[in-house]
């Protein structure tokens, strides 16, 4: 069952501000229902193209493959939010879902889009 406490997310938000630091990205860092680690970019450097967008963590490279300041960025945002004792099970063919954590990564949120800083 996954599962992140208060504590887990102390433990990675340095690496996570170390990677929002060298973007020059501004976000906050959260967890939902105890089991999902939020990160909400609010503004930046970084085009996104869209004010507002979930970032389907499985797509990356593929969505943003016109972009690489972009996609290296949520790449790396990504691994820090994972950090180094992640583990993923899953095997949906089975109905069996085993992780440390979930993940999600926001550009804005829907009453407060995200601001582009030049």
């Not at 997310?9 to 999902?36: C, D, F, Q």
């Not at 970019?41 to 493959?65: P, R, T």
């Not at 879902?97 to 990564?105: C, G, L, N, V």
Request: glycine residues 4%; neutral net charge.
């Amino acid at each position: 069952m996954a599962y992140v406490s208060q504590s887990k997310k102390k433990e990675l938000a340095p690496g996570i501000k170390a990677v929002l630091k060298k973007y020059k990205v501004k976000a906050s860092i959260a967890v939902r229902n105890h089991s999902t680690l939020v990160v909400n970019i609010k503004q930046g450097e970084v085009d996104f193209k869209d004010a507002h967008y979930q970032v389907n963590e499985y797509w990356i490279a593929e969505h943003f493959a016109d972009n690489p300041v972009a996609k290296n960025f949520l790449t790396e945002l990504l691994d820090a939010m994972k950090g180094p004792e992640y583990f993923n099970n899953d095997d949906a063919m089975t109905d069996y879902f085993h992780r440390s954590h979930y993940t999600d990564i926001n550009v804005g949120q829907w009453n407060k889009p995200y601001e582009l800083i030049s």
